[in-house]
């Protein structure tokens, strides 16, 4: 069973910064892409950031103040957010796509973080 775990969601003030974390646990062989997606009230989800052997791609609404990062041993990826809007704010959902065995993929989502930013 694969787990996502995030942290690092809450209260912000406009122009401030909040880091979110994501941990990965469970029985897999191997981790390929993962991402943080965000979805507002009324919006769809949609991609914020994402890793994938060392590549990153990133939502143009978050280039240059949100970086993702990605700890190979732990299993863990992080969300730097700087310069916060209030248009971030959002639920952050991780996402894992993953090899679990010779025979099996699978796409793993966390439970969500809320991001909030007062203007």
């Known amino acids: 069973q694969v787990q996502l775990v995030e942290s690092g969601g809450g209260l912000v003030q406009a122009g401030g910064s909040l880091r979110l974390s994501c941990a990965a646990s469970g029985s897999f062989f191997s981790i390929d892409a993962m991402g943080w997606y965000r979805q507002a009230p009324g919006n769809q989800r949609e991609l914020v950031a994402r890793i994938f052997s060392g590549s990153t791609n990133y939502a143009d609404s978050v280039k240059g103040r949100f970086t993702i990062s990605r700890d190979y041993a732990k299993n863990t990826i992080y969300l730097q957010m700087n310069s916060l809007k209030p248009e971030d704010t959002a639920v952050y959902y991780c996402?894992?796509?993953?090899?679990?065995?010779?025979?099996?993929?699978?796409?793993?989502w966390g439970q969500g973080t809320q991001v909030t930013v007062s203007s």
């Open positions: 996402h894992a796509d993953m090899i679990i065995d010779s025979m099996r993929r699978g796409d793993y």
